[in-house]
């Protein structure tokens, strides 16, 4: 928009004798298209992309009207400067490091060689109108083509550090979208603001790209996941970027591919045989549990609905598995059919293969359609159904089968599941009150006796009696509640029964994510990950009692 803004102004200057004496029209056209570019991204929202194209034109003119002429890697300094002394909080934002990552590797693939190639001598130039018009067209293809493969090779890397995730369709996208936004969506929407019949031209436009897009991102394997890779792993994905794309010799481009490696396919830490790892999530007000033992995963409850198009599923634990490398959902067990426990179904079952799903919901219920739709196989929770995955016992406790006549609340109902490691378990329990805890105990008795307990109910008054804890008698109490609960939850009384006890807490506000493994016997508290990476601007409430 710049070139174009500032050939415009540059040829109407030439036109004028007197603003020709008056100012150079190079210096006239630099200028107006740093100025165009300016108003234009101002009118775009100045966003990063916009800030930081700004902050290289006008550090280019600049130098240009000193008459000095630097290297490019410091004019992309002066511009990361500029731009983060004008929004420091931009150094957060991963469009920051991929816009500057992007024009750098650009222009370190042999952008200024290609600027300051000798033009061919004029035996070699095309005589005829359409010869030369044919070999424009082509240069500016292969330029585009060029470009694109740069920047999605070069850029692949930082976006799976970013996102553990990489479009495998985006070259082809970018390929089309770019032009078509660039040369019709854009110029018709801004003369759409003097004759307003080309708005409804550049809205037809921009639907065709949208169908065309979207059937691109519906191919199968359209995006490419990866587990997050540690620290070394990522390093080496990034050398590996400027490897690939830097004009050396391909003697040294091919070891790209080995740096690549451990970010692409990172080592994953399981637990081994015998033992499993246990994953309260931070959803807010709601349960969301990973069970994961040493090659089978289990989901209990997927957190609340946050709105018509946001769930706990999509926001949260999507990406948390998909971070952590999990490929599939060996069940999904809803505790009962309240929204904070099943919001984020829907997405699981949509986006992951889901080998079984357990519930307490009744006939008809949309999520068991959904998962006879997707031909997922679906039982009803009863106490007494257990298993074994790699050495590790999982039974349920609740609900006894007859439950399900007599309940009149869907917490009454709640699929209780406890996870046992040798002598070590935890136990998972939905949201039953104070009768479905005094029915446990009877039947069961110091039998009940985990190591963890999710605490019932979010620690809402209804629960949490004191003869459950006494008999649950765990190590450690997760509270999993949002920040300031309208619902009150976890009632001060409550959490004071478990401190009485001499029970560890941890709460979802204070803690974050509440992570515990059944071999690690040094840290039988678990670890928070707000205790792992602290931000300034955390709830501050302690973590864990004594």
Not at 296 to 313: E, F, I, K
Not at 385 to 391: H, L, R, V
Not at 392 to 406: C, G, I, K, N, T
Request: net charge positive; aromatic share 8%; charged share 15%.
């Amino acid at each position: 928009f710049a070139w174009l803004a500032g050939a415009a102004i540059a040829a109407g200057w030439r036109r004028s004798r007197r603003a020709a004496l008056w100012w150079p029209a190079p210096a006239a056209g630099r200028w107006g298209g740093l100025a165009a570019a300016f108003a234009y991204a101002v009118f775009s929202g100045w966003g990063v992309p916009s800030q930081r194209t700004v902050a290289m034109l006008a550090c280019v003119t600049a130098l240009q009207a000193a008459g000095c002429r630097w290297p490019w890697p410091l004019a992309l300094l002066v511009a990361g400067v500029v731009v983060s002394a004008l929004d420091p909080w931009a150094l957060l934002q991963a469009g920051f490091w991929l816009s500057f990552m992007a024009v750098g590797l650009l222009m370190a693939s042999g952008g200024e060689r290609l600027a300051t190639t000798d033009a061919p001598a004029d035996s070699e130039k095309p005589r005829d109108v359409w010869q030369r018009g044919a070999a424009a067209l082509f240069s500016v293809v292969q330029g585009g083509v060029k470009t694109q493969l740069v920047a999605t090779i070069g850029l692949a890397p930082l976006t799976l550090v970013f996102f553990q995730q990489l479009s495998l369709v985006g070259l082809l996208a970018n390929l089309v979208a770019i032009p078509v936004i660039t040369l019709l969506i854009t110029p018709l929407a801004l003369l759409g603001a003097l004759v307003w019949p080309l708005w409804l031209a550049g809205a037809w436009v921009v639907s065709q790209l949208m169908v065309g897009l979207q059937v691109l991102a519906a191919w199968p394997s359209a995006v490419w996941w990866a587990p997050v890779a540690p620290w070394w792993g990522q390093a080496a994905g990034l050398a590996a970027a400027a490897l690939a794309v830097l004009p050396l010799p391909w003697r040294l481009r091919v070891l790209a591919l080995p740096l690549a490696l451990a970010l692409l396919l990172p080592p994953l830490a399981r637990p081994p045989p015998g033992q499993f790892e246990l994953l309260a999530a931070d959803v807010g007000q709601g349960t969301a549990v990973l069970v994961r033992t040493h090659a089978h995963l289990l989901v209990y409850d997927s957190g609340p609905q946050y709105a018509r198009d946001s769930d706990a599923g999509q926001r949260v634990l999507l990406p948390l598995l998909h971070a952590q490398g999990e490929q599939r959902i060996d069940r999904l067990m809803l505790s009962h059919r309240d929204n904070d426990h099943t919001g984020g179904a829907a997405a699981l079952l949509r986006s992951l293969p889901v080998a079984a799903l357990s519930s307490s919901l009744e006939d008809g219920h949309p999520l068991l359609q959904d998962a006879a739709h997707r031909a997922v196989p679906s039982t009803r929770c009863a106490a007494g159904q257990a298993w074994q995955w790699d050495g590790v016992d999982f039974e349920l406790l609740a609900p006894p089968a007859a439950a399900y006549q007599q309940a009149q609340r869907a917490n009454a109902v709640s699929c209780v599941l406890r996870v046992r490691a040798g002598p070590r378990s935890a136990l998972l329990t939905g949201d039953i009150e104070r009768a479905q805890e005094a029915a446990l105990v009877v039947e069961r008795g110091t039998a009940l006796a985990s190591n963890v307990l999710i605490v019932p109910h979010h620690g809402s008054k209804t629960s949490s009696t004191p003869g459950f804890i006494d008999a649950v008698a765990p190590q450690v109490a997760v509270f999993q509640a949002g920040y300031r609960s309208r619902f009150g939850h976890p009632a001060p009384e409550v959490v004071e029964r478990y401190v009485q006890r001499g029970i560890s807490i941890a709460t979802s506000p204070a803690c974050g994510a509440w992570q515990w493994r059944s071999d690690d016997t040094e840290r039988n508290s678990g670890s928070c990950e707000r205790e792992q990476a602290r931000r300034y601007w955390h709830h501050a409430a302690p973590v864990l009692l004594p």
